[in-house]
């Protein structure tokens, strides 16, 4: 395009303008480019530096200044124009203007690389998952406030758009940030923001209407003509985000003479101004700018109301029908937490009658009453707003009461009873809090959208509530008489009850097999006079055919000696059925130390003699150290390695603390104790939780989750609920989150309450009282039997490495028990000579008096004509008398530096804290309540909604059980496993509930073994 395109001719006369323009031109780091044909006369009289030759075709180049020849005068090329018609005054007007035009681009650059240092700083931010701090961010919103003033008119759509973005970015990282509640956001933040947005929009400039997406939310700008402006509409009536301006008259004395206005109305998904108040769906916020100022007029006190739309997307309304009986009335209730909001209610019923509404507070209204009604008719419809003066400023619940108004029953008559409650507010930024004042719920207001009335303009917000689900308690009988109609509850109930009865039959039975197996067993081959004490747990394992029928020896080993071969039966019960735990007390004649190997054996005898030993857990009852073998193996001829004898090495401490070893222990006594519903079928053995009382509390946690999930099912979904957990196609929003805490807290308390009782009480164990026919009958006394336990004696003190005694031959006649008494004497001068007192030779001590206090109460029994001589008789039994002295003296000595050994105290104080048996009638009590209270009212319910409703809230109760068993308890079991796991504390020992009584008998036997109180 040429010169004579626009009326000119090529520059030919070099004036003072054009020098200006050209040394202000040369200033620009981004001219080394540009070049301008020229017209031929320039260079006669120029002041330009020319080139090697001049002629016709000649361009000026910039950076340097020059004068240029051209071989092709087709070369594209800038031109550079004179316009001869212009005066001197409007040649210098034409250049004022290309001066401000230069002024504008270099301005332009300028807010483009600031936008795009702001840019890179809130990117940086997002990279690192870090919110802006207050610093940082006041920063920004002041950047981006100079940047926007910086800004001439018309604005670039782009360059708008990116300063909209960048402040709501600003915006968002400040809402979501982590310490939001400890650290709120200042209050003035969402005002600066919409100041930008307010400037930004405004200098559009356009007439007609623009509409500037940003991502939360959308901004509407449009331009009135003050005097026709009557009854327009902002925003987009599409989207549910709009607004409606009252008359012209009413806003012409805030336009102060204005002929137009330009109105704002920008809508904000999240709540820019977080407080206790609800705000849900959008919110808006409405400006009227003066566009010749640029100031924002103050719209307030109208007696025209502006109608601001508030959308809330994708919502429900809790729709319940009530049949209307000849002569009665429908009942219904709802709780108002706020007097300031507006109940909007809808009775519409299947034919054209009247009604006549009455509103009470605190009860049903009754046949006196004269307070609030209201007659609702096919022509003025069935909807009834309740606004807050109806409520009087009371909260807490208020009942409607509906009856037919000079109308004619029919018999099927029912009422479709729609509610929920809004309220509309605004932000007061003087108090900076959330207000009502001059605003109210306008009659257009539906669940999906709010209309508000107000008489000035602000940033607006909604507060939506669905109120739950109401029965009637007023209409029980009425209700249960439709029993014959809707039985789909009551059948449900009736099978689950039915079901729990057959298994509880069975579980009454399992208790009382199991409760005979609920016992420690007191060995019946430990020593009388051993007092050195040991318990063993042997967890048999949960494969299949895991228990065994043969006789299982054991012998403990450790590195102060080895326990004799125990025999592990129980004559009493059977031992070592498949996943069972049986407990032993094993008695020592000294302390083992530590403990290093287990050797387990077997007989191979009986049906099924293979054995699958899980793991062994042994603990000293004296120094309370516990030590752990884990085996998980087969101890049999024909499965695993085809062995029945084995030796095991004590665990160390990393493979007891290892996270194998706890998620494997927790996982099995999670699914066996903590997972309710498993734990019926296979509880811990020694668990005082019956399996009674767990089948009644699956029994009452069931009934209590089918009350509250009818109470609660069908509610309306809030779409607009944020989703906090995203896997897949399943979803978790914050509105199922706060029903599931609703529901928790209205469930959980009094079932943990419940299941807490049953596993926190003692056990009443009844003491057995110790009379002579409980002990079999001491066989009669004889040398060969003397002989016998005198050699047991010896042989059981010298399997210790300390104590250096040992037995020369065996115990054959009387001649050979004074040479067994002298190694008792010898044994007895090396403990006296020890100076070091210790617990091994207390227990050592007193083992040898209890087997000389023995000896000597067997030789008393015994007449002189058993021995050979008169002599020899009494010479053994003085010697026997002498050694008992000694062996005191020493086990007085060597007690008085020791500790004393473990005495069973009555009152001893355990770390657990048990109920007292008697607390088990309270928990009875408490669960047979809740239960009666949950079947009550999950029948009324399921007569209120109906058979078809009722057959669907069966289909999702069923989801729900599902989820409750085979999802979210397994997850809960396996959480807590991997949570102790990775904090690396081991399964404790199981509690021994009867461990005392087991220890009275040891030392009962003990006592009836020497005759007297050691």
């Known amino acids: 395009m040429s010169c004579e395109d626009h009326g000119g001719d090529l520059l030919k006369q070099m004036s003072s303008q054009t020098k200006q323009f050209l040394k202000t031109t040369q200033k620009d780091s981004n001219t080394s480019n540009l070049s301008w044909w020229i017209g031929g006369g320039l260079e006669e009289n120029n002041e330009i530096n020319e080139g090697e030759s001049v002629a016709s075709c000649t361009y000026l180049k910039l950076n340097p200044l020059e004068l240029v020849t051209a071989a092709d005068c087709g070369e594209q090329r800038g031109f550079l124009c004179a316009h001869s018609s212009l005066s001197a005054s409007e040649e210098e007007n034409s250049f004022q203007t290309r001066k401000n035009t230069h002024s504008r681009f270099r301005r332009e650059i300028i807010v483009i690389n600031r936008i795009k240092n702001i840019e890179r700083t809130l990117r940086g931010f997002e990279q690192a998952f870090a919110a802006p701090s207050a610093v940082n961010r006041t920063f920004i919103i002041l950047e981006l406030m100079t940047v926007a003033k910086l800004l001439t008119f018309p604005v670039n759509n782009n360059t708008a758009a990116r300063i909209l973005n960048c402040t709501t970015a600003v915006m968002k990282l400040s809402v979501t940030r982590c310490d939001v509640d400890i650290n709120p956001n200042p209050t003035e933040l969402f005002e600066q923001c919409f100041e930008i947005f307010r400037i930004v929009s405004l200098l559009s400039g356009s007439t007609e209407e623009i509409v500037f997406p940003h991502p939360d939310g959308t901004l509407y700008q449009k331009s009135y003509d003050a005097a026709s402006m009557g009854e327009a509409t902002l925003g987009s009536k599409e989207k549910g985000e709009y607004m409606v301006f009252p008359p012209a008259e009413q806003l012409a004395p805030f336009l102060k003479n204005s002929k137009n206005f330009v109105g704002q109305l920008s809508s904000f998904r999240s709540n820019p101004h977080p407080t206790d108040e609800v705000i849900n769906g959008y919110l808006i916020k409405c400006v009227l700018n003066n566009p010749i100022t640029g100031e924002s007029l103050k719209v307030t006190n109208l007696s025209t109301p502006f109608e601001i739309f508030l959308p809330r997307f994708n919502a429900t309304e809790k729709n319940t029908t009530m049949y209307l009986e000849d002569h009665s009335k429908v009942v219904t209730a709802f709780n108002v937490s706020d007097a300031n909001m507006t109940v909007v209610l809808i009775m519409e019923p299947n034919a054209n009658v009247s009604l006549r509404l009455m509103l ?466 010898e044994f007895i001068q090396l403990m006296q000579g020890e100076t070091v007192s210790d617990s091994h030779w207390v227990y050592c001590s007193k083992f040898v008096l209890c087997g000389l206090c023995h000896l000597l109460q067997t030789l008393e029994k015994l007449d002189a004509k058993n021995f050979p001589t008169t002599y020899e008789y009494q010479h053994v039994l003085s010697t026997t008398n002498l050694l008992v002295r000694k062996a005191e003296m020493v086990f007085t000595s060597h007690l008085a530096y020791c500790p004393s050994p473990v005495r069973v105290v009555k009152k001893k104080h355990n770390a657990t804290c048990w109920l007292p048996w008697w607390c088990v009638f309270i928990g009875w009590f408490l669960l047979l309540s809740i239960s009666v209270i949950s079947t009550f009212f999950t029948l009324l319910y399921g007569f209120e909604y109906g058979k078809e409703k009722s057959i669907k809230w069966v289909m999702s109760l069923g989801l729900s059980l599902f989820q409750s068993i085979f999802i979210l308890q397994p997850l809960k079991v396996v959480g807590l496993a991997v949570f102790f796991a990775l904090l690396l504390k081991p399964v404790a020992m199981e509690e021994t509930e009867e461990l005392e009584q087991v220890l009275i008998s040891q030392q009962e036997k003990g006592r009836r073994y020497t005759g007297r109180d050691i």
């Open 360 to 825: 009470h507070h605190g009860s049903p209204p009754n046949s006196s009453f004269n307070g609030t009604q209201v007659i609702l008719s096919p022509q003025e419809g069935y909807r009834w707003m309740i606004t807050p003066s109806m409520l009087e400023g009371k909260s807490g619940t208020w009942f409607v009461d509906a009856r037919l108004y000079n109308s004619t029953w029919f018999s099927g008559m029912t009422l479709n009873v729609i509610s929920h409650m809004t309220k509309c507010m605004y932000w007061d930024v003087e108090d900076k809090m959330w207000n009502t004042a001059g605003c109210q719920v306008g009659p257009k207001s539906t669940p999906a959208v709010t209309q508000c009335l107000c008489n000035h303009l602000t940033l607006f917000g909604s507060s939506f509530f669905v109120m739950p689900n109401y029965v009637d308690l007023s209409r029980t009988a009425e209700l249960f008489a439709t029993v014959s109609k809707n039985y789909v509850v009551l059948a449900l109930l009736c099978a689950f009850f039915g079901f729990y009865f057959m298994t509880l039959m069975w579980a009454c039975y399992a208790d009382r097999k199991a409760s005979s197996k609920r016992k420690i067993t007191l060995l019946e081959d430990n020593h009388p006079g051993a007092q050195y004490t040991y318990l063993v747990c042997v967890h048999t394992g949960h494969r299949k055919n895991s228990g065994t029928t043969a006789n299982v020896m054991a012998k403990v080993i450790g590195s102060e000696g080895e326990s004799d071969t125990h025999n592990l039966i129980d004559p009493e019960k059977p031992v070592f059925e498949r996943g069972s735990v049986d407990v032993f007390l094993l008695a020592t004649p000294y302390p083992l130390g530590e403990l290093k190997n287990l050797r387990l054996q077997h007989d191979n005898s009986g049906g099924r003699p293979a054995w699958y030993i899980n793991r062994v857990v042994i603990q000293d009852l004296q120094t309370k150290s516990v030590f752990h073998f884990f085996c998980d193996c087969w101890l049999s001829s024909d499965k695993g390695d085809g062995m029945t004898k084995k030796t095991f090495n004590v665990a160390k401490n990393n493979e007891i603390s290892s996270f194998r070893n706890i998620f494997t222990s927790r996982t099995s006594n999670g699914f066996r104790d903590e997972h309710i519903w498993v734990s019926v079928w296979d509880p811990p053995s020694r668990s005082p939780f019956t399996r009674a009382q767990r089948i009644s509390c699956c029994m009452s946690l069931l009934l209590c989750t089918m009350a509250i999930n009818i109470a609660f099912w069908n509610i309306p979904i809030d779409e607009s609920s944020p989703v906090i957990l995203s896997i897949g196609i399943l979803k978790l929003t914050l509105q199922e989150i706060m029903v599931g805490i609703q529901s928790g807290l209205l469930m959980f308390p009094i079932n943990i309450l419940i299941i807490t009782i049953f596993r926190s009480i003692k056990p009443r164990i009844v003491t057995k009282k110790v009379i002579e026919e409980d002990f079999v009958k001491p066989p009669p006394v004889s040398i060969p039997s003397i002989l016998k336990e005198t050699e047991e004696v010896i042989t059981m003190v010298s399997q210790s490495p300390r104590n250096k005694i040992c037995l020369s031959k065996h115990l054959e006649s009387s001649f050979d028990l004074c040479p067994a008494l002298e190694n008792v004497h």
